[in-house]
């Protein structure tokens, strides 16, 4: 937004800005409910991704799969996707400097369990020159952390040798780094 107002675009900052702010009213509004529908945390998703995505010379390409899927009827505790995906624009896009980057949000559903993958095509956790932050410290994700925290309320509903979210590397086939797909389960409530 601050670009568009520093190269005189006044119409592309308006129409982003209003989108900010879309985008915090929605998070202030769904922080204080212990359930939202699916359908409004992917709203919110397509929302922040479509800012994100401002920053890159090239912009990225995002797409959320959810066939056969209520959205509507189906609730889930608000903001659990969103640091996963912010992890994949910030660690794993951004550091791939004006390459054509991509983020896959599946979602499927099983038994009461949300089963959703964000992958996306970006430097992996494996690059070396992505574990430290400029100072050289390396740092802990605090959004996943809290995520991990939020859904032991809910581990109940999952099996006992079942793990809430799973981290893996992609690998090319010539051994590189080629991104990270993360996959969380989430117990639901249907409507």
Same mark, same amino acid.
């Given at each position: 937004i601050n670009r568009f107002i520093l190269t005189n675009e006044a119409a592309k900052a308006a129409d982003h800005l209003t989108k900010f702010a879309k985008l915090i009213r929605i998070i202030l509004h769904q922080s204080g409910k212990p359930l939202i529908p699916l359908e409004d945390e992917l709203y919110c998703l397509q929302l922040y991704m479509d800012l994100e995505a401002l920053r890159f010379e090239i912009p990225f390409?995002? %797409?959320i799969i959810c066939d056969g899927?209520?959205?509507?009827?189906?609730m889930i505790p608000s903001l659990l996707i969103q640091p996963f995906v912010e992890n994949a624009i910030w660690?794993?896009?951004h550091p791939? %400097?004006?390459r054509n980057g991509n983020i896959s949000?599946?979602?499927t559903l099983h038994n009461e369990i949300l089963h959703c993958s964000i992958c996306d095509n970006g430097v992996g956790r494996i690059n070396p020159t992505r574990l430290k932050e400029d100072n050289g410290i390396v740092r802990k994700s605090l959004g996943i952390e809290l995520t991990q925290r939020r859904l032991q309320l809910f581990e109940s509903s999952l099996k006992q040798d079942e793990a809430a979210i799973v981290i893996n590397d992609l690998i090319n086939e010539a051994g590189q780094s080629a991104g990270t797909c993360v996959h969380i389960k989430i117990p639901v409530k249907s409507v």
């Open positions: 390409r995002y %797409e899927i209520n959205t509507s009827s189906v660690h794993g896009l791939k %400097e004006n949000i599946d979602l």
